[in-house]
């Protein structure tokens, strides 16, 4: 699906540590045009483009189920893209950064509003893995609540 693309899903921990929030914005914007031209959807960097997605990694999740085989299939190559889009989106809608830690293996992650920290990259790979029952969408409307509210996660997730 994204396999032209590159994949920051499988970089080594050296070359994740070159990875500048100006990337993940390149990254995002190529999961856009080429998971949108392959699925026939717009995906517009809004928060409602988030159920597409969502809707994206369900199909990926029930192809790679009916073709695996024997072995589990690898979805790591569709993480880093995937994350970067999750993330922009959240960037953009609910304001944040970008912060590219420096330990090696650690993986990008954002803080919205100066106060939470999510990590994309952990949520798409929680939903692909099928370690939870996540949605991108329901993600975002729970995090626009906390913010706007200024309730603690665990507050707004209750609600």
């Not at 995906?43 to 009916?66: C, G, I, K």
């Not at 090696?104 to 939870?132: F, M």
């Not at 991108?136 to 906390?146: F, G, I, K, P």
């Amino acid at each position: 699906m994204l396999g032209a693309e590159r994949r920051a899903g499988s970089l080594s921990a050296r070359e994740r540590a070159m990875v500048t929030p100006q990337d993940l914005v390149d990254q995002a914007e190529s999961f856009a045009a080429v998971a949108g031209a392959q699925s026939g959807e717009q995906l517009d960097f809004s928060p409602s483009s988030l159920a597409t997605v969502d809707s994206l990694l369900d199909q990926w999740l029930h192809l790679a189920e009916v073709y695996a085989g024997a072995e589990p299939p690898d979805l790591t190559p569709f993480v880093m893209p995937t994350a970067a889009y999750t993330g922009e989106v959240l960037r953009r809608a609910l304001g944040g950064e970008w912060i590219i830690p420096e330990e090696p293996g650690s993986h990008p992650y954002l803080v919205l509003g100066g106060q939470l920290q999510v990590n994309a990259v952990h949520l798409v790979e929680q939903i692909l893995r099928q370690r939870a029952s996540l949605s991108l969408w329901e993600t975002y409307q729970t995090l626009a609540r906390v913010l706007s509210t200024g309730s603690t996660f665990g507050q707004a997730t209750r609600q």
